[in-house]
């Protein structure tokens, strides 16, 4: 086929329209309202990490930011919900390690593929969980609850509602040698709630959710989860401190399905990333209760492989079985 010149200038028109097309596009976003899926209850670190986001976002893309709640099932109809959602920005995940990592061990069969269904945007802040007892529970540190444990098998149980919980939950016992039973909740909250009503005996909620109800002297703190004491709680002792080699940090992190276009995910990330160096977004964010750890799109999505592959040894370590 001879190209003349008119179908050359052709073709060149037809290039130059589509790049400005996509650059029209890259230009134009956001033009409407974003929505931010929460996959756990208001009140968890999840929700609060979101909500302080937004607000700043909001101010950043000129756009309404809209958090919609969706708990249940450790966090799939929520993450579920935005893998099969439009590719187009609009709508986004507030991920962590449970959903994005961790999920792909506990379940036998997930409504989503971690791998295939998101691209990772952002990782936004980690944070560690804390070991509370109930107020009546005769004991006052973690060495202390090892021995009453197995001093009294079957006698104390643990709430969880998450990965992260649960993984804290099932690596004590290992660990120290305490037959603790999991008590599964669809929500922290509830679960945190039973904890100080003595329903169940023993946690390992957000450090950002337990601190509330600590200092609210509705049940007691022991320790956090992390392999050292934590610049929050510098008098908090690590569990690692009576129990050796425990270790459990998490992650809470921007999401967008697969398809998103790279340009939609640069903008978002570039955007989250100036919302998270505005220290009044960080302390709502965090709560003064977890750590600022920005993580963007490909490093951040080198992260999230290496992060399913950890959880899904520990998890299996721990001898938890797929449901």
Not at 182 to 189: F, G, I
């Amino acid at each position: 086929m001879k190209l003349n010149r008119r179908t050359t200038l052709a073709g060149a028109a037809a290039l130059a329209a589509g790049s400005l097309s996509k650059a029209a596009f890259a230009q134009a976003y956001p033009n409407k309202p974003i929505k931010i899926v929460v996959p756990f209850a208001a009140g968890s670190a999840t929700d609060l990490t979101a909500r302080g986001l937004g607000a700043k976002l909001q101010d950043i893309l000129k756009q309404p930011v809209v958090i919609e709640n969706k708990p249940g099932a450790s966090g799939q109809l929520g993450a579920s919900a935005v893998a099969t959602a439009p590719a187009d920005g609009y709508t986004l995940l507030m991920g962590t390690n449970t959903t994005n990592a961790a999920n792909g061990a506990l379940f036998k069969k997930l409504s989503y593929d971690i791998d295939k269904d998101f691209a990772p945007i952002m990782r936004c802040v980690m944070g560690v969980n804390a070991l509370v007892v109930n107020n009546d529970l005769p004991v006052k540190t973690t060495a202390e609850l090892v021995d009453y444990a197995k001093k009294n098998p079957g006698k104390l149980n643990y709430a969880e509602a998450s990965a992260s919980q649960r993984l804290s939950g099932e690596m004590f016992n290992k660990l120290a040698g305490t037959k603790i039973e999991r008590v599964p909740y669809k929500a922290s909250p509830q679960a945190l709630g039973d904890v100080a009503s003595g329903q169940v005996q023993v946690m390992f909620p957000d450090l950002p959710q337990a601190l509330t109800q600590i200092e609210a002297g509705r049940v007691r703190g022991l320790a956090t989860t992390g392999p050292k004491r934590t610049t929050v709680t510098p008098n908090v002792p690590a569990i690692a401190e009576a129990v050796p080699g425990y270790s459990l940090v998490y992650w809470l992190a921007v999401f967008a399905p697969a398809a998103t276009p790279k340009d939609v995910q640069k903008a978002l990330a570039d955007a989250i990333a100036e919302a998270l160096k505005d220290p009044a977004t960080a302390k709502a964010m965090t709560q003064g209760r977890m750590e600022i750890a920005p993580l963007a799109l490909d490093e951040f999505a080198a992260y999230v492989k290496a992060e399913t592959a950890w959880w899904t040894k520990e998890i299996q370590a721990a001898g938890i079985e797929p449901e």
